[in-house]
């Protein structure tokens, strides 16, 4: 179903976008250093990738990175103080840049000490801010983030009276409460609402001439998607809708996804994805260290209570 154009035929049949690419250069920079947040490291990961791709996969080069963030990566201090170059570039376009390039890579925070909402926040924001400054850059970041993070906690506020399927209105709410504080103005915080809350998919108007990339636009077809319960048709609609397929659907591929499962992606989807090997090894060591993190939490809460006594 794959149209040849010239930009989609860079990309084999099964293969991921620099959507996923993005995502797995914070996961692996979270891995290199124990599972802080280092920027710098990041910005280099970032910046290797826009020279090289991931070379053992046959990459040559880093595909389909966004006008922000090439402008970003292209500053000589990226690497050093890429939260300052980003802010700069933000402030030399007018302070009006919303794009969803730092949307489209953040959703794996959610799943990095999910149990904890304030780092999950705080390590959204650190990663969003090396390319896009923006307020509503931000608060999409965290939305997506915080949202994934609660539905792994499966906390009795956010399931049915059974604890069986999420009550999905209150995961909405609380993920924007969050987001909210990213925003100064009671008119922007309204805004962000209107794009969380969004009940048809043909309002976001994904294929806007001009505004295909706006940040709300991507992260508001994560919120509508986690409304469905059929992983195929709801991923499928959206990437139908055109605009920015690939990052609309990588949001509500993360959201949805983790509201269903895994066996509620199709077999062929994952069965013909290239490079799995690759990414299961890198999956696997994502889990071990989430596992680790949480037996070193245990033990400080027991240490901790003990002293207290």
């Known amino acids: 179903m794959k149209v040849p154009d010239r930009h989609r035929s860079r990309w084999a049949k099964g293969d991921w976008t620099d959507d996923s690419d993005q995502m797995l250069l914070i996961l692996l920079s979270l891995l290199d250093n124990g599972g802080q947040v280092s920027v710098q490291d990041f910005a280099e990961k970032m910046k ?8 053992e996969l046959g990459d040559s080069v880093g595909m389909g990175i966004g006008r ?50 304030d780092r999950v926040v705080d390590t959204a924001l650190g990663f969003v801010r090396c390319t896009h400054c923006d307020q509503r850059c931000q608060a999409s970041a965290v939305a997506v983030s915080v949202c994934i993070s609660l539905m792994l906690q499966r906390q009795p506020r956010h399931m049915d009276e059974k604890g069986r399927h999420y009550n999905i209105d209150a995961l909405i709410k609380d993920s924007f409460d969050h987001a909210a504080k990213c925003l100064k103005k009671e008119e922007d915080k309204q805004i962000l609402w209107r794009y969380m809350s969004c009940e048809k998919l043909k309002e976001l108007k994904l294929a806007e001439p001009g505004n295909i990339g706006f940040t709300y636009k991507s992260m508001a077809s994560g919120f509508w ?6 992983f195929r048709k709801a991923i499928q609609k959206i990437a139908m809708e055109g605009g920015d397929a690939d990052t609309n659907a990588c949001v509500a591929g993360a959201l949805l996804g983790c509201k269903l499962g895994w066996d509620s992606i199709p077999s062929s989807w994952k069965g013909k994805l290239k490079h799995k090997d690759w990414l299961d090894q ?7 260290l989430q596992k680790e993190m949480a037996v070193q939490k245990h033990i400080s809460e027991r240490s901790e209570k003990a002293s207290s006594q």
């Open 282 to 288: 890198h999956i696997e060591r994502w889990l071990s």
């Open 68 to 117: 922000t963030t090439h402008s970003v990566l292209r500053h000589p201090s990226f690497v050093t103080d890429p939260h300052s170059v980003a802010y700069e570039a933000w402030d030399s376009s007018g302070r009006n840049v919303a794009s969803n390039g730092g949307v489209m890579r953040t959703s794996v925070v959610g799943t990095h000490c999910w149990w904890d909402v």
């Open 225 to 230: 998607a986690l409304k469905k319960d059929d």
């Open 48 to 55: 290797n990738w826009m020279d090289k791709g991931f070379a």
